[in-house]
């Protein structure tokens, strides 16, 4: 079945340092790949996205980039933030079985230290 | 304004009750969803509907059974609630399948 696997599980940096997380999905069918933040007792929020005719997006300090032959996607932060720390999920989606179903990774645990 | 609401955002019970957890969306989406965050944060689906037909039931207990009596609105009913349930449920919407999913905030339910 479809496998989204994500690393780390747990990243430290430095406040001010820059943050990197990837993620490998299996389905070559997969076209639309978005990144949540999830902050304590909060639901995931979406961060930045990326859709496969694309091989980066970037918005001020975040940004993501796309190897669709590798199956390789990552999330960069620069600059980091205490208010960066949360868990990042990457997920996985298209067309497979019609139902465009998310396939999300199983998160990293980012800690800006100040 | 909340996009995406749940409630209740607490729900504490005992093995073998019935409870039910109500979501809502005023973004005027077409589709919502169910997932289960477990003890690990691990996000999964459950269940998805559009336009008020069920097409995504992932390997769920029959003791969970989603209800959407309107495109706005998707509620989850669980029976016979067991230890494992213990959990965060999370709903979402998007426009359609394959669109950006945006989430509520969350029902955190114990099973005592």
């Known amino acids: 079945g479809e496998n989204v696997e994500q690393h780390p599980s747990t990243l430290s940096v430095q406040e001010g340092d820059s943050a990197v997380i990837k993620c490998t999905y299996s389905?070559?069918?997969?076209?639309?790949f978005p990144w949540y933040k999830q902050e304590l007792g909060k639901g995931p929020q979406l961060i930045i996205d990326i859709r496969s005719n694309v091989g980066e997006k970037k918005d001020q300090r975040i940004a993501v980039t796309l190897n669709k032959t590798a199956k390789h996607f990552s999330l960069h932060i620069t600059e980091t933030q205490p208010e960066d720390s949360a868990v990042y999920f990457c997920a996985a989606t298209g067309p497979t079985s019609g139902t465009y179903k998310y396939i999300f990774g199983t998160g990293t645990r980012l800690k800006v230290l100040a | 304004d909340t996009a995406v609401s749940q409630t209740p955002k607490y729900l504490v019970t005992q093995m073998g009750n019935d409870k039910s957890i109500k979501c809502e969306q005023n973004?005027?989406?077409?589709?919502m969803y169910w997932y289960k965050q477990d003890s690990k944060k691990f996000l999964k689906i459950m269940f998805s509907y559009n336009n008020k037909e069920l097409i995504i039931n992932e390997t769920v207990p029959n003791r969970f059974s989603p209800k959407s009596p309107d495109k706005a609105h998707l509620n989850l009913h669980i029976n016979s609630l067991e230890l494992g349930d213990s959990a965060v449920y999370f709903c979402a919407s998007s426009f359609g399948r394959g669109d950006t999913q945006y989430f509520g905030p969350g029902t955190r339910l114990t099973v005592l």
């Open positions: 973004l005027g989406h077409d589709t």
């Open positions: 389905d070559s069918a997969s076209n639309y």
